[in-house]
């Protein structure tokens, strides 16, 4: 049954309170970091866990889910998802020891990656129509941007007002309503698994798993765990180290392996076919840029706010908040009118254009008596902006070439890009900064000086990680067709066409992809 505006407009609702739970969760934590090492007793070295174990884990599991996505249903998976993140937020709440904080964390990170991963591909099959599917991309994205300002803002309110047990506490009500949100709201979808005539009553075939791939599985869970692992411990390896250089060796060996893996499988966790699009390939690559120069904005305009101008971490949020409300206007409002005229490409070269200029305006600030006003806030609106636009546009241009069968794989895909960019890019961001500040230091500066000097490199560094986006996109991507997504075209898919999991079985026609996520 065609599912009508109002029940994909509630479904949009509930998929992006999940992905907002998520993201905020990513950003909260950060403000109260030295009020859980204080009461914990973590080490400093162990402190970066508490981030750490969460960045593995989702990271390395966002490709895994994505394709269980597929085979065993995207709904089943979001709502156990779901709950997982909301069980382990309880346990979060309730640590009364590193050990326990670090574990419960780990769980976090894998269920949250259970979420991300389907999410997008849930969106795309709820809109099928370039024109909406722009608009729901626009709410998605702002709700990703957003998770991380809120995240800021209230997490330096709950930890001075309250503890910082509240800063996971407040995810109980938010992923409770999700779950049993989703059951009632999100279409059921036919997993990829399941055989066309099956009739067993809970619509789960014997079969579901049989396309998961297990070797592969194994293979790419480990090759991402270990190289996020890798990216995340530079920071006390350096980059030359043999620990950093051993491991990277290890996670390239293991990622080799994968994809010998599944250019011989039969039913392969990854076909290698989606990287002959064009358009999957490109995207992917033009966002790992993208996200590695902008994981850096909120990062290091915290510390040079806080170490260099001594705000606080309530202070931070307040300043940060513009980016949020200027990403709305961008995403829920001229994005999709911008892309619908001038097609998704030509507005994500110049936003991306715009996000490197915000950069070059922060590597102008001073390191003493620096005006909010003249110096900060112009970034933070241009940030604002070139974000808002950009990342529904990289999007809609991402899922372009989805199809049913594949589209938690791509998301999945699509999602790993995000954070491998986002972990690799700031890991290098920061290393940056430390080693020009170390060395300023040694030569005799004083802090604010050495400190500054060391975030304007990043910050160079990071509108270069931009432009070099910018050029990538102009040279490898291309508009879809206007009608490609519409439908009333069969266009679909074409890019990616080519034996699924499952053999030549037929794509459903327009009405039957109305009916599924």
Not at 153 to 158: E, Q, Y
Not at 168 to 190: C, E, Q, T, Y
Not at 250 to 262: G, Y
């Amino acid at each position: 049954m065609p599912l009508t505006s109002r029940s994909r407009g509630a479904a949009l609702a509930v998929l992006s309170a999940g992905t907002l739970m998520i993201i905020l969760d990513g950003t909260i934590v950060t403000v109260a970091l030295p009020s859980i090492q204080r009461d914990l007793g973590f080490s400093q070295a162990g402190l970066a866990w508490v981030v750490n174990a969460y960045l593995i884990a989702f990271g390395g599991l966002l490709l895994l889910s994505g394709r269980i996505g597929d085979l065993l249903g995207r709904r089943r998976i979001l709502v156990a998802g779901l709950t997982a993140f909301t069980a382990a937020s309880l346990l979060c709440g309730f640590a009364d020891s590193a050990g326990l904080l670090i574990t419960a964390r780990f769980v976090q990170g894998a269920a949250g990656a259970m979420v991300s991963a389907v999410s997008l591909g849930m969106v795309v099959a709820l809109y099928p129509d370039s024109r909406g599917r722009a608009r729901a991309m626009g709410v998605y994205s702002f709700t990703q941007s957003a998770g991380g300002v809120l995240g800021l803002l209230i997490g330096g309110a709950l930890t001075q007002a309250i503890n910082w047990h509240w800063i996971f506490f407040i995810n109980l009500p938010i992923g409770a309503a999700a779950a049993v949100l989703s059951l009632r709201l999100l279409p059921a979808d036919r997993p990829d698994g399941d055989s066309a005539d099956d009739s067993s009553p809970s619509g789960t075939s014997p079969r579901g798993l049989r396309g998961a791939d297990v070797p592969g599985a194994i293979l790419v869970t480990a090759a991402l765990m270990l190289g996020v692992y890798t990216i995340v411990q530079t920071t006390d390896h350096g980059w030359a180290g043999a620990h950093t250089a051993g491991l990277g060796v290890l996670t390239a060996v293991l990622l080799a392996a994968f994809l010998l893996r599944q250019s011989k499988a039969a039913q392969p966790l990854m076909p290698l076919r989606l990287f002959r699009s064009r358009t999957i390939s490109g995207t992917n690559a033009v966002q790992a840029l993208m996200v590695a120069g902008g994981f850096g904005f909120q990062f290091l305009v915290s510390l040079y706010l806080q170490r260099v101008l001594g705000y606080d971490p309530l202070e931070i949020g307040l300043a940060l908040a513009p980016t949020g409300l200027v990403i709305a206007v961008m995403s829920l409002v001229l994005s999709a009118r911008l892309g619908a005229r001038f097609g998704p490409r030509a507005v994500l070269l110049p936003s991306l254009a715009l996000f490197g200029a915000g950069f070059l305006l922060l590597a102008r600030a001073p390191s003493a008596h620096a005006s909010y006003a003249v110096d900060i806030l112009p970034a933070i609106l241009v940030f604002g902006a070139s974000f808002g636009l950009a990342m529904p546009s990289i999007m809609t241009l991402g899922m372009s070439d989805a199809t049913p069968a594949d589209s938690g794989l791509i998301s999945g895909l699509f999602n790993t890009a995000q954070q491998i960019g986002g972990a690799l890019g700031l890991a290098v961001l920061a290393s940056l900064a430390a080693a020009r500040t170390d060395h300023r230091l040694a030569a005799g500066q004083r802090l604010p000086e050495a400190l500054t000097s060391g975030y304007h490199l990043a910050f160079l560094v990071a509108a270069g990680l931009l432009a070099a986006a910018t050029v990538l996109g102009a040279v490898l991507l291309r508009d879809p067709s206007r009608t490609q997504n519409d439908p009333q075209s069969g266009a679909e898919g074409a890019a990616v066409s080519g034996p699924t999991s499952q053999g030549n079985r037929p794509e459903p026609g327009p009405t039957d992809r109305r009916a599924r996520v």
